[in-house]
Nanobody, 125 residues
Framework: QVQLVESGGGLVQAGGSLRLSCAAS?????????MGWFRQAPGKEREFVAA????????YYTDSVKDRFTISRDNAKNTVYLQINSLKPEDTAVYYCAAAKKLYPGRYSYEYIYWGQGTQVTVSS
């Protein structure tokens, strides 16, 4: 069982930055999980944002965030991060952290078995 707790969301003006954190508590080694970030805007389906493999050597992004978001992890701290720069109003959503029981992540929700409660990011224009 893995518990994931996100933090770092908030209200920010367009063009601003945020760093989201996801702290994991796990009886299994954190580094054995690939990690991902998803988001869900009001009235829309949850969508893939970014993912990272077990040691941080491989990262994956959806095209709309590729030049603005950076995913990273610190296995010593059992934490994964999402640095978000140049925020746009369309980035407004609840951001979820998720863990996949494999070394390399995918882009689909069903590949992830543990989910956090989410953190709200609101971008004003």
């Amino acid at each position: 069982q893995v518990q994931l707790v996100e933090s770092g969301g908030g209200l920010v003006q367009a063009g601003g930055s945020l760093r989201l954190s996801c702290a994991a508590s796990s009886g299994r080694t954190f580094s054995s999980y690939a990690m991902g970030w998803f988001r869900q805007a009001p009235g829309k389906e949850r969508e893939f944002v970014a993912a990272i493999n077990w040691n941080g050597g491989n990262t994956y992004y959806t095209d709309s965030v590729k030049d603005r978001f950076t995913i990273s992890r610190d296995n010593a701290k059992n934490t994964v991060y999402l640095q978000i720069n140049s925020l746009k109003p369309e980035d407004t959503a609840v951001y979820y952290c998720a863990a996949a029981k494999k070394l390399y992540p995918g882009r689909y929700s069903y590949e992830y078995i543990y989910w956090g409660q989410g953190t709200q990011v609101t971008v004003s224009s």
